[in-house]
């Protein structure tokens, strides 16, 4: 089945210890999404790459930052993880064409700091 | 400032009854409404949608009602069923804008047996 999947599913990293989580997609979207999730508040977009260009939100930290190297792949890295940076992380991929289309999400990482 | 609120945290709901989430927006520019559902430790999955040419959309036990003037949107389940139990979320976005959705806070179900 085509879907998104993002590895690990738990991340867990020292207070200060760069980390990098992955999202694959085999649904050939051309638009990728890294969300941040706090208990059950929603999602907050950090960034999305278009095809190969990159758009970030203007209050997204810079500690995160993200890659693409293909159509498949994308990374979200962060440099130097924070206590507050603990959280659930959403990958989504959508195909923009010519009208509304939904944003299907992976099943995420949850990330702690010790 | 929110643009998508779902002003309930919480619905508790009886297996077999009707459960309606409601969801209020302020940006008048939102042409596609989105609803999802999330389990615990799962990503959020796509449910279903409407856009702002219709008023209703349905699909199976699901509708999914939007009153334009009252820039609100509505999702009816019947009949639920415990399985239904999640947090829904909302979600709007603007035609062209690189379907960025914007997100309300979500409303746990709880349907019970």
């Known amino acids: 089945d085509a879907m998104v999947i993002q590895n690990p599913r738990y991340q867990v990293t020292q207070f200060g210890k760069p980390v990098t989580l992955s999202c694959s997609q085999t649904l050939n979207h051309n638009v990728m999404y890294w969300y941040q999730q706090k208990s059950s508040q929603a999602p907050k977009l950090l960034f999305h790459?278009?095809?190969?260009?990159?758009?970030n939100e203007a209050d997204t930290p810079d500690n995160f930052q993200s890659r693409r190297p293909n159509t498949s792949f994308c990374f979200l890295d962060i440099r130097s993880p924070g206590l507050g940076d603990a959280a659930m992380y959403l990958c989504a991929t959508s195909r923009v064409s010519g009208g509304n289309q939904p944003q299907h999400f992976g099943d995420g990482t949850r990330l702690s700091i010790l | 400032d929110q643009q998508v609120k779902q002003n309930s945290p919480s619905l508790s709901v009886q297996e077999g009854r009707i459960s309606i989430l409601n969801c209020d927006y302020t940006n008048s520019m939102f042409d596609y409404f989105l609803w999802y559902k999330k389990y615990p430790a799962e990503g959020p999955t796509f449910l279903i949608s409407i856009s702002s040419i219709k008023d209703k959309n349905e699909d199976g036990r699901f509708t999914v009602f939007l009153n334009k003037s009252a820039k609100h949107l509505s999702l009816h389940i019947v009949p639920s069923q415990p399985g239904d139990s999640a947090v829904y979320f909302c979600?709007?976005?603007?035609?062209?804008?690189?379907?960025?959705?914007?997100f309300g806070g979500g409303t746990r179900l709880m349907v019970k047996p």
């Open positions: 790459y278009y095809d190969k260009d990159f758009n």
């Open positions: 979600a709007a976005m603007t035609y062209n804008a690189g379907n960025m959705l914007t």
